[in-house]
């Protein structure tokens, strides 16, 4: 069975490296992306030596076309920048936005951006809860059958 792909854009971020090191207990391939290359460095290293298959990508683009499914874990104006650049990779594909603090229009400005890709809203609390909203109800249930897998997920 072929794993599925996920690039994390802010791969190494506090935030970034939290998401990372939850879907590293899942059967994923990992392709991780971030511009701190020292920190993706070591997040690596660790990965590795507990025999997760990560795959380092230095352009959001490659990793997103790479991507079965994208999750965006930077801040929001980055996100968006990060949105610009790859929206003609993402065309049909799971964009999963983790910014800090996600509201309804952020939510709405990233997806007047992605208007081809599945866009959800995740929020991930301190007892690694994971909190999902969408204006697509497919695209949330796509979302929540991926992360439940390594998060306790709600709607």
Known sequence: MTKTAIAIIGAAGERGAAIVKALSKGNFNLLLMEEDGEAL???????????VQVSVISCAKDACWEADTVILAVPHDEEIKAAKYVKDVVTQKLVIS????????????????????KVVQAVMDDNNQCYLSGSSE??????????????EVRR
């Open 41 to 51: 460095k070591r997040l690596t290293a660790s990965l590795r030596r507990k025999k």
């Open 98 to 117: 983790f910014a800090a603090k996600g509201t309804a229009q952020c939510q709405e400005e990233l997806e007047k951006l992605l208007p081809h890709s």
């Open 138 to 151: 497919e695209a949330v249930r796509e979302a929540e059958d991926l992360l439940k897998l390594v998060f």
